[in-house]
């Protein structure tokens, strides 16, 4: 009879359990909750890693987590609606989406102009999107920190699209619900941009705090 099936056996008499016995039985039960802990952090890691892939932005650029179903572009273009000297780092979009609109993930770099700073930024942005985008409005602006306490800014807003029409297709317009995290990393900003159809927005939650725990973004204390 092996150690552990002796410490387990069923007693004979009717006596109670020595001190001894019962430090044994203890120690095994607390080996058991260690190796189902151990166990289930495991499965956590693995769901972890198959939910989520990371971004290659480039040398000197952080790294950013993005859902892993979803297909990265090849080639990066600058986005309608940015600033003309953006330089478009990744693009991803989901794939099977349930709505016309695509859910996306833009990261783009921008120069850091002088005396410039984030509420600068973030009026520059807006001007520009609200040339570009249809019916653009800004619903929020909340100072964040990113990266372990870098200053930065989270902006929401919202605009209609129509993704159907430069394919010919006759799909209602689209209510996008975007934002906008902005923050400096070195000599240019970084602007990463979610954006989703406004009726999935709660949908694409999970999704949208994979990429901003990747950036280790916290709210700023009042």
């Given amino acids: 009879?092996?150690?552990?099936?002796?410490?387990?056996?069923?007693?004979?008499?009717?006596?109670?359990?020595?001190?001894?016995?019962?430090?044994?039985?203890?120690?095994?039960l607390f080996l058991c909750v260690l190796l189902m802990l151990a166990a289930g952090w495991g499965v956590r890691l693995l769901a972890q890693e198959d939910s989520a892939r990371t971004a290659n932005l480039g040398t000197g650029y952080p790294a950013v987590a993005y859902p892993a179903?979803?297909?990265?572009?090849?080639?990066?273009?600058?986005?309608?609606?940015?600033?003309?000297?953006?330089?478009?780092?990744?693009?991803?979009?989901?794939?099977?989406?349930p709505s016309s609109f695509n859910s996306t993930l833009r990261i783009e770099a921008l120069p850091v102009l002088p005396n410039d700073a984030l509420g600068a930024l973030r009026i520059r942005l807006g001007l520009q999107r609200a040339q570009a985008l249809d019916r653009y409005r800004e619903l929020s602006a909340e100072p964040v920190t990113v990266l372990g306490?870098?200053?930065?800014?989270?902006?929401?807003?919202?605009?209609?699209?129509?993704?159907?029409?430069?394919?010919?297709?006759?799909?209602?317009?689209?209510?996008?619900?975007?934002?906008?995290?902005?923050f400096r990393n070195e000599n240019e900003w970084l602007v990463a941009t979610f954006a989703a159809d406004a009726s999935h927005w709660e949908a694409e939650a999970a999704n949208i705090a994979l990429v901003l725990q990747s950036l280790d973004v916290e709210q700023m204390a009042p």
Avoid at 10 to 28: F, G, K, L, M, N
Avoid at 77 to 95: C, K, M, N
Wanted: charged share 20%.
């Fill in 69 to 97: 179903a979803w297909i990265p572009a090849l080639n990066p273009v600058a986005a309608q609606d940015g600033a003309a000297e953006a330089t478009p780092l990744f693009v991803a979009r989901s794939a099977g989406a």
């Fill in 149 to 182: 306490g870098r200053e930065a800014l989270l902006t929401t807003y919202a605009y209609l699209a129509d993704p159907t029409r430069d394919s010919g297709g006759n799909g209602l317009p689209v209510v996008v619900e975007a934002q906008d995290l902005l």
């Fill in 1 to 28: 009879m092996n150690a552990f099936a002796k410490a387990w056996r069923r007693s004979r008499t009717s006596a109670p359990p020595t001190q001894a016995e019962i430090v044994r039985h203890d120690a095994i």
